[in-house]
């Protein structure tokens, strides 16, 4: 040790120098061997953009068609003539279906007799009764010549007067026989469908030869036509009760169809239902309709298709945004400096939706953001390494 001293003493300053960057290059690789490795997280740069408020459908909304009618006979009946089959495209006043009804034909028929023996018995009538009423003209003329008593004459009037009342009978009759006509073209009409509107055929309960029964009060039976006009096209999506004060006709609507995932539609709402609906063992709804911005771009989709719905409530252009994810309790963030090290800071935010958070206060622009909030010992100045996780 002495000796060491010694030669320490004697040493130059150039010795003394080189031996003390030997210590700290001996250091330096020390504290290299033992530090703990740098955190891998994944970091996104605060940008600015656009930032929504949205509110999505609570649970899958459909397409629907403008018009849909599901069609069944007044009465029940055997099919006797089906003149579509489901996917036939049909035009309004098209006859789809009737049932058998000779028996309403036959009685047709008897009616039409009846009219017309009815105008024959009225010109029968109406002809003797102009006949008597000219000679009842005469007899009274007759009675002032004094050629006849007024007896005569009175009883001339009487039979003009009888005749009179059965030409109005006859008449009265032809309009009786008129109504019967009717009201058996009534009873025919009621054992026929027909298209009220053009569409497509989208489904049929019944064969030729089968017993179609209308629906009776309080009992649901299936339709005998389902009929669509597919030629126009709507969303229709259940909404929480919650979201309901804060949609309004016209606001914008992102729409995307589960069968097609590579398309987006986008909309408005058009209609907000004026009720809430509740169903067993699920969430109170309130339904909102949604028109296609671009129905042409909607002609090929079907009715029925499932449908998620985002409706934009509103909207800030060129704020300063973060991913949602990189919030921490007490609108906390992780921020990675540039010398590698973790900070912890707390922002002010404002709008923000699933994906993105508009900030006010607290970042600047460019500043890293770390997203993977569970990375394990993630905390205010250790060392972080921005990767691709």
Not at 94 to 116: C, I
Not at 229 to 242: F, G, N, R
Request: hydrophobic fraction near 45%; aromatic fraction near 4%; include cysteine.
């Amino acid at each position: 040790m002495r000796a060491w001293y010694e030669r320490a003493l004697k040493a130059t300053p150039r010795e003394i120098a080189l031996a003390a960057l030997a210590a700290l290059v001996v250091l330096e690789a020390f504290w290299l061997a033992v530090r703990p490795d740098p955190v891998e997280v994944s970091a996104v740069k605060a940008e600015r953009g656009r930032v929504e408020s949205t509110i999505l459908n609570t649970r899958a909304g459909s397409i629907e068609a403008c018009q849909r009618t599901k069609l069944s006979t007044i009465v029940g009946g055997r099919i006797e003539y089906l003149g579509v089959k489901e996917g036939d495209r049909v035009q309004s006043g098209q006859v789809l279906m009737r049932l058998w009804q000779d028996d309403l034909y036959a009685s047709h028929a008897v009616a039409e007799a009846q009219l017309a023996s009815a105008r024959q018995r009225r010109v029968e009538a109406c002809a003797l009764a102009s006949q008597a009423e000219k000679e009842a003209k005469r007899q009274e003329e007759l009675v002032k010549s004094k050629f006849v008593s007024s007896n005569a004459a009175e009883k001339s009037r009487a039979e003009a007067v009888s005749r009179a009342a059965a030409c109005g009978s006859a008449t009265a009759e032809i309009v009786s026989a008129e109504r019967q006509l009717e009201s058996i073209a009534t009873n025919l009409a009621r054992t026929v469908i027909v298209a009220p509107f053009d569409g497509t055929i989208a489904k049929i309960n019944g064969e030729l030869g089968e017993i179609s029964t209308p629906s009776p009060t309080g009992i649901q039976m299936p339709p005998a036509i389902d009929l669509i006009d597919d030629s126009c096209l709507y969303v229709q999506a259940p909404m929480d009760e919650i979201d309901a004060p804060k949609i309004r006709a016209g606001q914008p609507v992102r729409i995307s169809i589960e069968a097609l995932k590579d398309k987006k539609f986008t909309g408005k709402v058009r209609r907000l239902a004026n009720h809430i609906t509740a169903e067993e063992k699920q969430a109170r709804t309130v339904t909102v309709d949604i028109d296609f911005d671009k129905p042409a771009a909607a002609d090929a989709l079907l009715v029925g298709y499932s449908v998620d719905v985002e409706i934009v409530l509103t909207a800030h252009e060129n704020v300063l945004r973060i991913p949602s994810g990189a919030l921490r309790a007490g609108n906390k963030v992780w921020v990675l400096g540039r010398d590698g090290r973790v900070d912890e800071r707390t922002v002010k935010t404002g709008l923000a939706n699933w994906e993105q958070t508009e900030v006010l206060e607290g970042l600047q622009e460019g500043e890293r953001v770390i997203t993977t909030l569970t990375a394990a010992g993630l905390e205010p100045g250790v060392r972080a390494q921005a990767v691709k996780l």
